[in-house]
């Protein structure tokens, strides 16, 4: 009888072995499969990095694109991290950004997380495109150069809505590539292949309309810097700026000289945003005989895919149909 009890003691404990060791087993190789689901976590910082990452990623292996939170009123230069963007990032393995100080924040983000990688787009093609610079600004620079400092002041002055030119977003997608390749070897050919890939696309789908013969060398004026790309990709002439957001504020003598710009210089169309150009439309439909367009910029709302593309193309359609 005492020698059954020892037995079924001894059973007892190598069945509660058999179950700790099955169940080890089990976690270690779930939690393994979780590390090889999110092998390198890549975080953009708006929404046009994240339609061109996602397109660069494709469908390469043990790679996840999240895109921090999105403003969803005024510009990207005022939006402030959230609590969740901030644990988004410390999970993050690299953060791609627009750059050219489109992003405020990104300060806090180095100084919270020194050794996160940052790919920044506007760094990889400012030498090599048309990013547009203020006069003013330029001049600052010329007068920096005479100096003895080798700093360079690269986003000063520089309108940083570069994505809104498809010749500099194809520039974004290559340097875009070319980040990841170096911090994940494993995939660099897939990232080569699906930047030429999506680039291609873009030439073949996006349709100005016959714009960039219609408006080249004319007259147009601008309610959103952004939309300095559009009249560049278009070859048409800024006769007229005034950037308006949430936060500014338009003197009477503001309003006067722009309407007289558009006047005195024929201006045919104006390329606004809704949300900010609403009002100041309005005044220069009284006023003027120029036409004027609300575009999208892509920074508001979610988009995936290929809605880059879309975009583009609405906003051609939309100034196509006002002329």
């Known amino acids: 009888m005492k020698k059954s009890k020892y037995l079924f003691v001894l059973l007892l404990l190598i069945s509660i072995s058999v179950v700790l060791l099955c169940g080890t087993f089990f976690y270690v190789k779930l939690n393994n499969k979780e590390s090889d689901d999110s092998e390198l976590l890549v975080m953009t910082s708006c929404n046009p990095v994240y339609l061109a990452t996602i397109n660069v990623v494709g469908d390469a292996e043990g790679v996840t694109v999240q895109n921090l939170s999105q403003p969803t009123t005024g510009c990207l230069h005022d939006y402030t991290l959230t609590t969740e963007d901030m644990k988004n990032l410390s999970k993050a393995d690299v953060l791609i950004v627009n750059g050219g100080g489109m992003e405020g924040y990104l300060e806090d983000v180095v100084e919270a ?136 504020q338009v003197s009477a003598g503001e309003v006067s000289d722009f309407i007289d710009a558009i006047n005195e210089n024929n201006v045919q169309v104006v390329f606004a945003e809704y949300d900010y150009g609403h009002a100041m439309g309005e005044l220069i439909t009284e006023q003027t005989d120029a036409k004027v367009v609300y575009l999208e910029t892509l920074v508001h709302g979610e988009y995936s895919g290929l809605d880059y593309i879309t975009v583009l193309n609405k906003n051609y359609a939309v100034i196509k149909n006002s002329l």
């Open 113 to 248: 997380y020194p050794n996160l990688p940052i790919i920044d787009t506007f760094e990889a093609v400012e030498e090599d495109y048309p990013v547009i610079i203020e006069e003013e600004a330029e001049e600052e620079e010329e007068d920096h150069s005479h100096g003895t400092s080798e700093e360079h002041h690269h986003d000063e002055g520089a309108n940083s809505h570069i994505w809104m030119s498809e010749e500099i977003y194809a520039g974004q997608v290559q340097a875009i590539a070319d980040g990841l390749a170096a911090l994940d070897s494993s995939n660099a050919s897939v990232y080569a292949s699906n930047a030429d890939t999506f680039v291609s696309v873009m030439d073949s789908q996006i349709d100005n309309q016959g714009l960039d013969e219609t408006l080249s060398g004319a007259n147009v004026a601008v309610l959103h810097e952004a939309f300095a790309y559009t009249a560049q990709s278009l070859g048409a002439n800024i006769v007229a700026t005034m950037d308006l957001d949430e936060e500014r």
